[in-house]
């Protein structure tokens, strides 16, 4: 029985259910790393590691799952399978911290892949959707990670939660999937597009990673700046498919850059900043899956990749430098321009 | 596009070579020749994967062209 996704209804459904499938997923990889750090039972030195290691898993992965997930068709067992591993990383944390993390880092990527391809299928060729599903992932670690430092982690109310979703999960219809690989790729500027809007989400992390809010320590302003970063990622999505993406990913980017340059050290300059910073986290994701038809799964995994690859010279302790404020504007700035030059060959077609 | 082949492995190398003379600090207090290892095996790691995701990306374009028609020239 086919279901018409042009009802809001069924619209509603899929993005609630894997909107707070996502926020649930990243609350408890957050919620096990940090219960271990807590409990003393690593040392920090030992949780970097795998904070690390868990990095590198999750984010690095998804471009790899991206492929099956692409190639056998089968984004809700991705969904749901991921869920389940990433509850029996809970388990596994009393373990072994170790084996936890990397089924932690497993389960997040499945789940993401799987989760990712059904939200770019959910309004066509649109960002509102696909914004809408990642939104919430920032306010999942903030819980899980308060909840992992709290002392007081018990592993039932994460898995009870994780159950109930997977149940939503396979219950729930989801969208065709349009794997269509024989569609013809309408630009000349087909490898161009991919790489500059893949830069852009370099940049994005390493001006996540690098910029320094010392006013974080404050739970109240912590919470406000989260719900911010949810907030720039669902409507970017949906305020650049009304007035154009160029428009709003140029413009947002252009005004966050004074604002997080110079204004860190002031929350009400950075919170709007970080809100304008990450309008164009849906609106790069989309433009690449529709310069990939066909491979949604992939194209989510390409974005996660970015993102690893910009936090990697944090890693290697080069956060430091890069954090300078004129480097931090020139970073966001140049990502202006890259966009802008991004969206236009992206606009043009292949007899242009 | 072979410039654009050898800019990219050599993004990936250079990751790789980035990686193994830089601090090990921020794993372990003091230059630790075990944290620079896993700074390396990270790099290597996600170039691989890099390296592996623009040959699918250079594939699906060579795909794509075959099956362009030729313009017809008046």
């Known amino acids: ?352 | 596009m072979k410039k654009t082949n050898i800019v990219i492995i050599s993004l990936c190398l250079s990751v790789l070579i980035l990686t193994s003379v830089v601090h090990a600090d921020v794993i372990t207090p003091g230059a630790s020749s075990i944290a620079t290892l896993i700074l390396i095996i990270i790099a290597a790691i996600i170039g691989t994967i890099a390296l592996i995701a623009w040959l699918v990306i250079r594939k699906i374009k060579k795909h794509n062209d075959s099956k362009r028609e030729p313009k017809i020239r008046v």
């Not at chain 1, 009802?7 to 909107?19: A, D, H, P, R």
């Not at chain 1, 940049?203 to 320094?212: M, Q």
């Not at chain 1, 900043?273 to 309008?279: H, T, W």
């Open chain 1, 1 to 352: 029985m086919s279901v018409d996704f042009t009802k809001n209804s069924e619209f509603i459904k899929n993005l609630t259910v894997y909107g707070l499938s996502h926020a649930a997923i990243d609350a408890s990889c957050a919620a096990v790393a940090f219960s271990l750090l807590s409990s003393k039972s690593i040392t920090n030195e030992y949780f970097i590691q795998l904070v690390i290691m868990y990095n590198v898993i999750a984010f690095g992965s998804q471009t790899l799952f991206g492929l099956l997930v692409d190639k056998y068709r089968c984004p809700k067992l991705s969904a749901i399978s991921g869920s389940i591993i990433t509850a029996s990383a809970i388990f596994v944390s009393f373990l072994s911290p170790l084996y936890a993390i990397i089924l932690a880092g497993i389960g997040n990527a499945l789940f993401h892949v799987g989760g990712g391809t059904i939200s770019l299928n959910l309004t066509k060729n649109k960002a509102a959707a696909p914004g809408i599903f990642v939104a919430p992932g920032a306010l999942g670690l903030l819980i899980g990670t308060l909840y992992g430092k709290s002392g007081s982690f018990t592993a039932w109310p994460l898995l009870i939660i994780i159950a109930i979703l997977c149940a939503l999960m396979y219950y729930i219809k989801y969208p065709e999937i349009n794997y269509k690989t024989d569609e013809k790729i309408n630009t000349n500027y087909f490898e161009s597009i991919i790489l500059l809007l893949l830069m852009i989400i370099i940049a994005r992390s390493v001006i996540g990673s690098v910029v320094v809010l010392p006013w974080k320590s404050d739970i109240f302003l912590l919470v406000t700046l989260t719900s911010g970063i949810v907030l720039g990622k669902a409507f970017g999505g949906i305020i650049g498919d009304k007035y154009g993406w160029q428009k709003v990913g140029v413009i947002s980017l252009l005004i966050s850059a004074p604002l997080l340059a110079f204004g860190a050290a002031i929350p009400d300059a950075a919170i709007v900043g970080m809100i304008l910073f990450n309008f164009t986290m849906p609106i790069a994701l989309v433009a690449i899956s529709n310069t990939l038809p066909g491979r949604p799964g992939f194209s989510f995994g390409l974005t996660t990749l970015a993102l690893i690859i910009g936090v990697l010279p944090t890693y290697a302790s080069a956060g430091s430098f890069l954090s300078q404020s004129l480097l931090v504007f020139v970073i966001i700035i140049s990502s202006a321009i890259v966009l802008y030059y991004a969206l236009l060959l992206y606009s043009r077609k292949i007899n242009e």
